[in-house]
């Protein structure tokens, strides 16, 4: 059966740093569009990075562009979420979400994220001095 985990939120201060993991359980996740979503309180669930499958092609929201990168790998099965200069704003929920790759493009992923297929049951990050 397929399972996401996250992993790696917490507390930071602003202009810190963190990475989160998604690990998949049951499947490839090379196989799979991979993308990194926030749900602040309140807000509605946001893309902001996305993976492609195989060629590795990435998308980023203007948000988080320059800030966020996102990798594999795939030895590890585990997608990666590095974020720097953290900001008060990117306090939130953060998931992980997987689609099949003939179904969405990455950025389409990233933009639609009502469609997406498997989530992990997210780690919360807090941005606060």
């Known amino acids: 059966q397929l399972q996401i985990v996250e992993s790696g939120g917490g507390l930071v201060q602003p202009g810190g740093s963190l990475t989160l993991s998604c690990i998949g359980f049951?499947?490839?996740?090379?196989?799979?569009?991979i993308g990194w979503f926030r749900q602040a309180p309140g807000k509605e669930r946001e893309g902001i990075s996305c993976?492609?499958?195989?060629?590795?092609?990435?998308y980023y929201a203007d948000s988080v562009k320059g800030r966020f990168t996102i990798s594999r790998d795939n030895a590890k099965n585990t997608v990666y979420l590095q974020m720097n200069s953290l900001k008060l704003e990117d306090t939130a929920v953060y998931y992980c979400?997987?689609?099949?790759?003939?179904?969405?493009?990455?950025?389409?992923?990233?933009?639609?994220?009502?469609?997406?297929?498997?989530w992990g049951q997210g780690t919360p990050v807090t941005v606060s001095s």
């Open positions: 049951g499947f490839t996740l090379d196989d799979y569009t």
């Open positions: 979400g997987a689609d099949p790759p003939d179904i969405t493009s990455v950025q389409d992923m990233c933009r639609s994220p009502s469609t997406v297929a498997y």
């Open positions: 993976i492609s499958s195989g060629d590795g092609r990435t």
